[in-house]
């Protein structure tokens, strides 16, 4: 389990007569982060950048996506990287957009301006609790089917889909934390004749 923006958030700061507009929202594949990014670019075709940073996943298993976006090298993406890398957050996507305002902040100022606004934007943030889950398939003889539903409702499960034919098929989705106990029980119940398919 790990924290993830709970809504999307935008933080605007002026330095030296140039717009910083801080776009945060969740992001849980690269896809999503890409399809935010450019959202932000449709969204402010006129501005002069629109710098980015994103992570997804949390910990060992994580995406990282940057772009200076016409910046000076290294003054804008890398930079607003480090604010949200250093963020105990996941699944996040980060976009800058700059309005130039017609004065030069130089390399110093760039750099600071963009880390600020990264960091508005995430002091901004709600954040809520992401559990991992897992779906599973499982196929099991009819006299089990109503005691398999109450072991999948007490670890957590949904059932997504049922099919019945020759025996009851159930499509589950469950916290990756209740996989090895729901499998267990089902084991007993079914005295080791029926385990849970992983479908992920």
Do not use: W
Not at 26 to 45: G, L, N, T
Not at 62 to 87: F, I, K, N, Q, Y
């Amino acid at each position: 389990m790990y924290r993830v923006p709970a809504g999307p958030v935008r933080v605007e700061l002026e330095v030296n007569r140039s717009r910083f507009i801080g776009s945060l929202d969740m992001a849980d594949s690269v896809e999503a982060a890409r399809a935010f990014i450019q959202a932000r670019r449709d969204e402010m075709p006129d501005a002069t950048h629109h710098v980015y940073a994103f992570k997804v996943g949390y910990g060992a298993s994580v995406t990282e996506g940057l772009s200076d976006d016409g910046e000076p090298t290294g003054t804008a993406g890398p930079p607003t990287m480090a604010v949200v890398r250093g963020a105990d957050v996941g699944d996040v996507a980060l976009v800058i957009t700059r309005y130039f305002g017609g004065i030069k902040l130089g390399t110093g100022g760039l750099v600071r301006a963009y880390g600020d606004t990264a960091r508005a934007a995430l002091a901004a943030m709600r954040t809520r609790d992401k559990i991992p889950l897992r779906r599973l398939g499982l196929a099991l003889p009819y006299p089990l089917y109503e005691r398999a539903k109450l072991i999948a409702a007490a670890h957590q499960a949904v059932i997504d889909d049922e099919e019945f034919g020759a025996d009851v098929s159930l499509y589950l989705t469950l916290p990756l934390s209740e996989v090895d106990a729901f499998t267990a029980a089902i084991r007993d119940l079914s005295a080791g004749r029926v385990a849970p398919v992983d479908l992920d």
